[in-house]
């Protein structure tokens, strides 16, 4: 299958900072690349959906001057999580989609403390 | 709303038995119907994926089987083994959107 790598695999950031997260698809071009969270024992929740070289779109609920989206190029998006707070704190897992398969990455564990 | 139920929550197998997990859907323009397994820090891996106009689809272990009419699948993990204990979840996606919408995940462990 398509490999989509995702950097970091876990950080920890102070809380107010803000982090970035990369998603790369490393053997095909994705047009389309979707974030997601979960929380410990919970399924994966949608929390948007990218387009390269436009806005991203965002799930309800989902604050998106909180979870900044940037989708450059087919190979390439990123997540920055800003100002971040202990409840930001998660697993975060991008997906990019060749087809109507979604490959998945390795996910980042994210630590506000 | 699109939503995909998946039961059961957790699920406890002897070594050699028969795994299964089920799930239905309710949105009709759903036409691709993956499972996902995935391990304790890690993202989902791609298992096994099936589309409508089959009843069945088998990959080693792991055979899918399809009901349209009940808007029901399941996926089947023959000799499960220790190595299969992992979080395994449904999903579906099509309709003409991209998105893939997950199951609530199922906790599978197989006793050694």
């Known amino acids: 299958g398509a490999v989509v790598s995702q950097h970091p695999s876990r950080v920890i950031c102070k809380s107010g900072t803000s982090v970035k997260i990369e998603c790369r698809s490393l053997?095909?071009?994705?047009?389309?690349m979707f974030w997601y969270r979960q929380f410990p024992k919970q399924s994966l929740m949608l929390m948007a959906t990218?387009?390269?070289?436009?806005?991203?779109?965002?799930e309800q609920g989902v604050e998106k001057d909180k979870f900044l989206i940037n989708h450059a190029s087919l190979t390439l998006s990123t997540l920055t999580v800003t100002s971040a707070h202990p409840e930001d704190s998660s697993f975060y897992i991008c997906?990019?989609?060749?087809?109507?398969?979604?490959?998945f990455g390795q996910g980042t564990r994210l630590t506000v403390v | 709303q699109q939503q995909v139920k998946q039961s059961p929550q957790s699920l406890i197998v002897q070594k050699g038995g028969i795994s299964i997990i089920n799930c239905a859907y309710e949105n009709t323009a759903f036409d691709y119907f993956p499972w996902y397994q995935q391990f304790p820090g890690k993202g989902p891996a791609l298992l096994i994926a099936i589309r409508p106009d089959v009843s069945e689809k088998k990959e080693g272990r792991f055979t899918i089987s399809f009901n349209k009419s009940a808007k029901q699948f399941s996926l089947h993990i023959m000799d499960s083994q220790p190595g299969d204990s992992a979080t395994y979840f449904c999903?579906?996606?099509?309709?003409?959107?991209?998105?893939?919408?997950f199951g609530a995940g199922t906790r599978l462990f197989v006793k050694a």
């Open positions: 053997d095909f071009q994705a047009t389309t």
């Open positions: 997906s990019g989609r060749t087809g109507t398969e979604a490959f």
């Open positions: 999903a579906a996606s099509g309709g003409g959107g991209f998105k893939t919408i």
């Open positions: 990218s387009n390269e070289g436009s806005k991203a779109t965002y």
